[in-house]
Structures are given as structure tokens and as C-alpha cells.
């Protein structure tokens, strides 16, 4: 019996870079963009979160990531700031109007600067891969009053499997190399697998991974991906 499990999960590791490649492909474009972006910071040492703005045919037309570890971005996006997050630049260059039948991709809950940013920007949707726990209850904020409630954003999330474990363990392993044991604290009761996945990846494995392309890093965590996202192993 041992054998046969074994052999199942050698079978498992062989295919997990066929199945990584058909999965990615099969991704809204515009996730494909976040994620991108998130990977494009990872790599730069920011906190991996990447944002993208589609029009209401599903065109990308904004598009930003964060950029807190750097030096420079593109004109009109902060970077080397606590506010340099990916949903704020992808909103910083959007002039002034009604952008009510956009939706904006990102792939971590919003925070509390971000979803102002989201409001403040007239923008009707935003969708995220993974939760971030530490801002359990922001959705409460338009009980407040009329005015806050009046162009809050609809918020659709998480979106659950890969896309959802990839988007969290990305903001784990930074947590854990930058030591923020709030996050780390945060995030524990509700995905101790995802936790100990970062903190199984945090600091030599994952500058391997930084020097790869996303699909190629996609291919090499696939089989943990696809076991913390099989409900009830995290």
C-alpha cells in the first residue's frame, strides 16, 4: 500500500507541470494581468499585489502593482511608499467620471486605503483571488451612513482554488521574510496551510522562484497549490 501511495504522488509531481500550464491558460485574461503584476513586484522584493481595470467589454484600460520596495514606476504611480499599493496605481491616472460598469481584478482583498481609493474613483466592482483577513468587516463601512454607501464599490470574492492559494501564499511568504507577524497572526486561524506553505518558502526556495518566470514558479509549487486548495486539507 505504501508503494501504490508512492507511486500516485511521484505520477502526481510528473503531470503537475502539464496540468499547471493547462490551468493557467484557461485564466480571465485580466486575472492572467493581475497576476503578472503580482509576480513583477514578488520578484522586485514589493509586496506581491497586482491590480487591473477592465471596461465593461472586459478591455484591460488601468493597471498597477505594488510598488513599495522601489525606487521608481511609471509616471502618475507612487513607489518606495507605505501607499504605493497595486489597486492605488492602477486607479492614481483615471481622470475624473462615472466608471460604475468597470470592475477592477486584484488579487488580495482590498485594504481600507485601497476600497476608499475604489470609492473615491466612482468604480462599481472589484474582484479579489484571496482574502486578506486582516480587514475582516471593511464590507460593514456603508452601514455607516448614506454618503459612504452611495458609490460603494460591489465586492466579489474570493475566487477560490489555485488562483486563490497562489495570491495568498505570495502575501505570506512576504509577510514572513519582512517579519510582519500581524499579518502572519491574521492569517493563521483561517489558512494555517497557506502559512506554513510560506514559511516552508520564505527565503532561499523563494528567491529560486524569483528568478523564474511565473509559469515556470507556477509549475514548481503546483502540487502544494492544488493540495491546499482541495477543501478540507489546509
Not at 493547462?22 to 503578472?36: D, I, K, R, Y
Not at 513583477?40 to 514589493?46: D, E, G, I, K, W
Not at 486584484?106 to 481600507?112: D, Q, S
Request: aromatic share 6%.
Amino acid at each position: 500500500m505504501a508503494n501504490s501511495r508512492t507511486c500516485e504522488e511521484k505520477a502526481g509531481l510528473d503531470m503537475a507541470p502539464h496540468k499547471a500550464i493547462n490551468f493557467w491558460t484557461s485564466v480571465n485574461p485580466a486575472w492572467q494581468e493581475c497576476f503578472l503584476l503580482a509576480w513583477q513586484s514578488f520578484q522586485a522584493r514589493s509586496i506581491p499585489v497586482g491590480a487591473a481595470l477592465a471596461d465593461a467589454d472586459g478591455t484591460i484600460v488601468a493597471r498597477g502593482r505594488n510598488r513599495w520596495n522601489e525606487n521608481s514606476g511609471p509616471q502618475g504611480q507612487l513607489a518606495g511608499s507605505n501607499l504605493a499599493h497595486a489597486e492605488v496605481n492602477a486607479l492614481a491616472r483615471l481622470s475624473p467620471g462615472d466608471y460604475s460598469d468597470h470592475v477592477l481584478y486584484t488579487t488580495l482583498e482590498p485594504c481600507f486605503l485601497c476600497t476608499a481609493a475604489l470609492r473615491h474613483s466612482h468604480v462599481g466592482t472589484v474582484r479579489f483571488a484571496a482574502p486578506d483577513p486582516a480587514w475582516h468587516g471593511i464590507d460593514q463601512l456603508p452601514r455607516l451612513n448614506h454618503n459612504i454607501a452611495r458609490r460603494w464599490p460591489l465586492r466579489e470574492g474570493p475566487a477560490g482554488g489555485p488562483l486563490q492559494t497562489f495570491a495568498a501564499v505570495l502575501h505570506l511568504v512576504s509577510a514572513v521574510e519582512r517579519d510582519i507577524q500581524s499579518t502572519i497572526d491574521s492569517h493563521w486561524p483561517v489558512m494555517p496551510g497557506a502559512v506554513r506553505l510560506a514559511r516552508e518558502l520564505a527565503g532561499p526556495k523563494a528567491d529560486d522562484l524569483r528568478g523564474m518566470p511565473l509559469v515556470s514558479a507556477l509549475r514548481a509549487v503546483w502540487t502544494s497549490l492544488i493540495r491546499l486548495s482541495t477543501p478540507g486539507r489546509d
